[in-house]
Protein backbone atom coordinates (compact mmCIF):
# COMPACT_ATOMS: atom_id res chain seq x y z
CA UNK A 1 0.00 0.00 0.00
CA UNK A 2 1.66 3.32 -0.75
CA UNK A 3 1.13 5.70 1.77
CA UNK A 4 2.38 8.50 0.89
CA UNK A 5 -0.70 8.15 -2.29
CA UNK A 6 -3.23 7.49 0.69
CA UNK A 7 -1.75 10.70 2.72
CA UNK A 8 -2.21 13.28 -0.66
CA UNK A 9 -5.13 12.04 -1.40
CA UNK A 10 -7.12 11.78 2.00
CA UNK A 11 -4.89 13.52 4.43
CA UNK A 12 -6.87 16.61 5.65
CA UNK A 13 -3.81 17.34 8.52
CA UNK A 14 -3.78 21.35 9.07
CA UNK A 15 -6.58 22.33 7.69
CA UNK A 16 -8.98 24.28 9.65
CA UNK A 17 -12.41 23.03 9.19
CA UNK A 18 -16.47 23.62 10.62
CA UNK A 19 -19.39 22.09 10.89
CA UNK A 20 -22.60 23.12 11.93
CA UNK A 21 -25.39 21.17 14.28
CA UNK A 22 -22.38 19.08 15.51
CA UNK A 23 -23.91 18.41 18.62
CA UNK A 24 -25.60 15.08 17.23
CA UNK A 25 -26.27 12.69 14.70
CA UNK A 26 -25.04 13.45 10.88
CA UNK A 27 -22.92 16.67 12.03
CA UNK A 28 -21.18 14.70 14.97
CA UNK A 29 -20.54 12.01 12.23
CA UNK A 30 -18.86 14.52 10.11
CA UNK A 31 -16.92 15.98 12.43
CA UNK A 32 -15.50 12.71 14.12
CA UNK A 33 -14.59 11.83 10.33
CA UNK A 34 -12.87 15.06 9.64
CA UNK A 35 -11.03 15.17 13.00
CA UNK A 36 -9.86 11.63 11.90
CA UNK A 37 -8.30 12.35 9.06
CA UNK A 38 -6.43 15.52 10.21
CA UNK A 39 -8.87 18.41 10.29
CA UNK A 40 -8.71 20.72 13.75
CA UNK A 41 -12.77 21.05 14.09
CA UNK A 42 -14.78 23.57 14.89
CA UNK A 43 -17.97 22.37 16.08
CA UNK A 44 -21.14 24.71 16.40
CA UNK A 45 -24.72 23.74 17.60
CA UNK A 46 -26.81 24.59 20.14
CA UNK A 47 -26.78 21.90 22.41
CA UNK A 48 -23.43 22.41 24.70
CA UNK A 49 -24.03 18.83 26.33
CA UNK A 50 -23.75 17.60 22.85
CA UNK A 51 -21.16 19.21 21.74
CA UNK A 52 -18.94 18.37 24.71
CA UNK A 53 -19.90 14.95 23.73
CA UNK A 54 -19.19 14.93 20.28
CA UNK A 55 -16.02 16.79 21.91
CA UNK A 56 -15.10 14.05 23.92
CA UNK A 57 -15.43 11.47 21.03
CA UNK A 58 -13.29 13.11 18.71
CA UNK A 59 -10.42 13.63 21.47
CA UNK A 60 -10.76 10.14 22.63
CA UNK A 61 -9.65 9.28 19.00
CA UNK A 62 -6.70 11.80 18.68
CA UNK A 63 -8.31 14.31 17.16
CA UNK A 64 -8.50 18.40 17.54
CA UNK A 65 -11.83 20.31 17.79
CA UNK A 66 -13.06 23.47 20.05
CA UNK A 67 -16.73 23.88 20.48
CA UNK A 68 -19.14 27.17 19.76
CA UNK A 69 -22.28 27.28 21.00
CA UNK A 70 -24.20 29.23 17.82
CA UNK A 71 -27.92 28.93 16.95
CA UNK A 72 -27.72 29.42 13.24
CA UNK A 73 -31.23 30.96 12.71
CA UNK A 74 -29.64 34.05 14.19
CA UNK A 75 -27.20 36.06 11.61
CA UNK A 76 -25.77 37.93 14.93
CA UNK A 77 -24.24 34.86 16.11
CA UNK A 78 -23.06 33.73 12.96
CA UNK A 79 -21.54 36.66 12.32
CA UNK A 80 -19.57 37.05 15.62
CA UNK A 81 -18.42 33.01 15.40
CA UNK A 82 -17.12 33.92 11.97
CA UNK A 83 -15.18 36.89 13.52
CA UNK A 84 -13.82 35.12 15.94
CA UNK A 85 -12.91 32.03 14.55
CA UNK A 86 -10.68 34.29 11.94
CA UNK A 87 -9.19 36.42 14.44
CA UNK A 88 -8.08 33.15 15.80
CA UNK A 89 -7.16 30.72 12.87
CA UNK A 90 -6.55 33.32 10.36
CA UNK A 91 -8.21 31.17 7.63
CA UNK A 92 -11.18 28.38 7.21
CA UNK A 93 -10.14 25.44 4.40
CA UNK A 94 -14.02 23.50 5.04
CA UNK A 95 -17.42 24.65 6.04
CA UNK A 96 -19.76 21.71 6.25
CA UNK A 97 -23.45 23.59 6.55
CA UNK A 98 -25.27 20.70 8.22
CA UNK A 99 -27.70 21.94 10.90
CA UNK A 100 -31.31 21.13 10.17
CA UNK A 101 -34.82 19.96 11.33
CA UNK A 102 -37.43 18.16 10.13
CA UNK A 103 -41.31 18.96 9.85
CA UNK A 104 -43.87 15.86 8.20
CA UNK A 105 -46.77 17.10 6.75
CA UNK A 106 -48.86 17.46 3.89
CA UNK A 107 -48.42 21.02 1.54
CA UNK A 108 -52.41 21.28 2.82
CA UNK A 109 -52.10 21.04 6.21
CA UNK A 110 -48.96 22.68 6.82
CA UNK A 111 -48.86 25.86 9.21
CA UNK A 112 -47.26 29.06 8.73
CA UNK A 113 -45.37 29.14 12.25
CA UNK A 114 -43.96 25.72 11.27
CA UNK A 115 -42.95 26.90 7.78
CA UNK A 116 -41.33 29.97 8.82
CA UNK A 117 -39.37 27.43 11.58
CA UNK A 118 -38.04 25.38 8.57
CA UNK A 119 -37.42 27.94 6.58
CA UNK A 120 -35.37 30.05 9.29
CA UNK A 121 -33.23 26.75 10.28
CA UNK A 122 -32.71 24.76 7.03
CA UNK A 123 -32.80 27.59 4.87
CA UNK A 124 -31.63 30.65 6.40
CA UNK A 125 -29.19 28.75 8.53
CA UNK A 126 -27.84 27.59 5.96
CA UNK A 127 -27.39 30.84 3.65
CA UNK A 128 -25.81 32.71 6.77
CA UNK A 129 -22.77 30.43 7.11
CA UNK A 130 -21.98 29.74 3.21
CA UNK A 131 -22.11 33.53 2.24
CA UNK A 132 -19.74 34.18 5.13
CA UNK A 133 -17.88 30.98 4.27
CA UNK A 134 -17.67 31.77 0.84
CA UNK A 135 -16.07 35.18 1.35
CA UNK A 136 -13.29 33.79 2.73
CA UNK A 137 -12.59 31.09 0.72
CA UNK A 138 -13.20 33.15 -2.21
CA UNK A 139 -10.28 36.05 -0.70
CA UNK A 140 -7.71 32.84 -0.26
CA UNK A 141 -8.61 31.60 -3.29
CA UNK A 142 -8.81 27.65 -1.40
CA UNK A 143 -11.65 25.94 0.39
CA UNK A 144 -14.44 23.43 0.44
CA UNK A 145 -17.98 23.97 0.82
CA UNK A 146 -20.23 21.07 1.70
CA UNK A 147 -24.01 21.83 2.04
CA UNK A 148 -25.83 18.74 3.35
CA UNK A 149 -29.38 18.17 1.69
CA UNK A 150 -31.12 15.06 1.49
CA UNK A 151 -32.69 12.01 -0.38
CA UNK A 152 -35.86 14.33 -0.37
CA UNK A 153 -33.98 17.25 -1.90
CA UNK A 154 -33.98 14.76 -5.06
CA UNK A 155 -37.02 12.98 -4.85
CA UNK A 156 -39.65 15.17 -3.17
CA UNK A 157 -42.33 13.36 -0.34
CA UNK A 158 -45.87 14.15 0.21
CA UNK A 159 -45.56 14.04 3.97
CA UNK A 160 -42.37 16.03 3.59
CA UNK A 161 -43.49 18.63 1.67
CA UNK A 162 -41.55 22.02 2.93
CA UNK A 163 -38.83 20.39 3.95
CA UNK A 164 -38.27 18.64 0.14
CA UNK A 165 -38.64 21.76 -1.04
CA UNK A 166 -36.46 23.65 1.25
CA UNK A 167 -33.54 20.36 0.36
CA UNK A 168 -34.33 21.33 -3.30
CA UNK A 169 -33.58 24.98 -2.83
CA UNK A 170 -30.31 23.51 -1.42
CA UNK A 171 -29.14 22.17 -4.34
CA UNK A 172 -29.73 24.86 -6.20
CA UNK A 173 -27.51 26.82 -3.85
CA UNK A 174 -25.22 24.22 -4.26
CA UNK A 175 -24.53 24.68 -8.07
CA UNK A 176 -25.02 28.89 -8.04
CA UNK A 177 -22.09 29.44 -5.86
CA UNK A 178 -20.18 26.52 -7.26
CA UNK A 179 -19.99 28.45 -10.52
CA UNK A 180 -19.80 31.50 -8.44
CA UNK A 181 -16.67 30.42 -6.17
CA UNK A 182 -15.15 27.99 -9.17
CA UNK A 183 -12.96 30.86 -10.73
CA UNK A 184 -11.39 31.35 -7.36
CA UNK A 185 -10.07 27.72 -6.62
CA UNK A 186 -13.08 26.89 -4.14
CA UNK A 187 -15.17 24.10 -4.51
CA UNK A 188 -18.98 23.51 -3.30
CA UNK A 189 -20.69 20.46 -3.37
CA UNK A 190 -23.83 18.81 -1.75
CA UNK A 191 -24.32 15.40 0.00
CA UNK A 192 -27.89 13.77 0.22
CA UNK A 193 -28.59 11.39 2.98
CA UNK A 194 -31.23 8.92 3.15
CA UNK A 195 -32.50 7.63 5.93
CA UNK A 196 -30.04 8.07 8.79
CA UNK A 197 -30.89 6.97 12.32
CA UNK A 198 -30.10 10.25 14.71
CA UNK A 199 -31.79 12.52 16.97
CA UNK A 200 -34.24 13.85 14.37
CA UNK A 201 -36.19 10.58 13.26
CA UNK A 202 -35.53 8.39 15.82
CA UNK A 203 -39.06 9.15 17.03
CA UNK A 204 -40.27 7.29 13.75
CA UNK A 205 -37.92 4.81 13.18
CA UNK A 206 -37.74 3.53 16.94
CA UNK A 207 -41.11 2.07 15.89
CA UNK A 208 -40.30 -1.40 14.56
CA UNK A 209 -43.18 -1.08 11.93
CA UNK A 210 -42.24 1.94 10.61
CA UNK A 211 -38.49 0.50 10.68
CA UNK A 212 -39.31 -2.69 8.62
CA UNK A 213 -41.39 -0.58 6.19
CA UNK A 214 -38.61 1.93 5.58
CA UNK A 215 -36.15 -1.07 5.33
CA UNK A 216 -37.90 -2.31 2.17
CA UNK A 217 -37.23 0.41 0.34
CA UNK A 218 -33.65 0.07 0.68
CA UNK A 219 -31.75 -1.88 -1.29
CA UNK A 220 -29.07 -2.19 0.76
CA UNK A 221 -31.39 -3.33 3.31
CA UNK A 222 -30.86 -1.24 6.67
CA UNK A 223 -30.95 2.14 7.93
CA UNK A 224 -28.21 4.55 7.52
CA UNK A 225 -25.58 5.71 10.65
CA UNK A 226 -24.25 9.26 11.02
CA UNK A 227 -20.80 7.56 10.58
CA UNK A 228 -21.87 7.20 6.67
CA UNK A 229 -22.19 10.21 5.96
CA UNK A 230 -19.21 11.53 7.72
CA UNK A 231 -16.75 9.39 5.90
CA UNK A 232 -18.38 10.58 2.48
CA UNK A 233 -18.06 14.03 3.54
CA UNK A 234 -14.36 13.95 4.75
CA UNK A 235 -13.86 12.21 1.71
CA UNK A 236 -15.20 14.53 -0.68
CA UNK A 237 -13.50 17.56 1.00
CA UNK A 238 -9.82 16.03 0.57
CA UNK A 239 -8.08 15.91 -2.84
CA UNK A 240 -9.29 13.10 -4.10
CA UNK A 241 -11.97 15.18 -5.54
CA UNK A 242 -10.02 17.69 -6.32
CA UNK A 243 -11.95 18.28 -9.74
CA UNK A 244 -15.27 17.58 -8.13
CA UNK A 245 -17.73 21.25 -7.68
CA UNK A 246 -21.53 21.47 -8.14
CA UNK A 247 -22.25 17.56 -8.14
CA UNK A 248 -24.57 15.98 -5.31
CA UNK A 249 -22.78 12.66 -3.61
CA UNK A 250 -26.50 10.68 -2.74
CA UNK A 251 -25.62 8.35 0.08
CA UNK A 252 -28.42 6.37 0.50
CA UNK A 253 -28.27 2.79 0.56
CA UNK A 254 -30.29 2.80 -2.95
CA UNK A 255 -33.40 4.34 -1.53
CA UNK A 256 -33.62 6.55 -4.58
CA UNK A 257 -34.31 3.28 -6.78
CA UNK A 258 -37.54 3.39 -4.73
CA UNK A 259 -39.15 3.84 -8.15
CA UNK A 260 -37.71 1.06 -9.97
CA UNK A 261 -38.51 -1.83 -7.38
CA UNK A 262 -41.05 -4.20 -8.21
CA UNK A 263 -44.81 -4.01 -5.62
CA UNK A 264 -45.63 -7.19 -3.30
Same mark, same amino acid.
Given at each position: ??????????????????????????????????????????????????????? &????????????????????????? *?????????????? *???????????? #??????????????????????????????????????????????????????????????? #??????????? #????????????????????????????????? &??????????????????????????? *????????????????????????
Amino acid at each position: MNQDYISRTFSLEGQEAVVTGASSGIGRGIAVSLANLGANVALLGRNLEGLAQTE &KEIREQGGSCESYQVDVTSEEQVER *FFAEHQEKHGRMDI *FVANAGINYRAE #LLDSQMEDIDRVINTDYKGTLYGVIRAGKIMKGQKSGNIVIISSINGLSAMGNLAVYSSIKYA #LEGITRSLAAS #LGPYGVRVNSCAPGVILSNINKNVYGKESNLQA &KLKSIPLGRIGAPCDIGDVVASMVGNA *FRFMTGTTILVDGGELLRGMQKQD
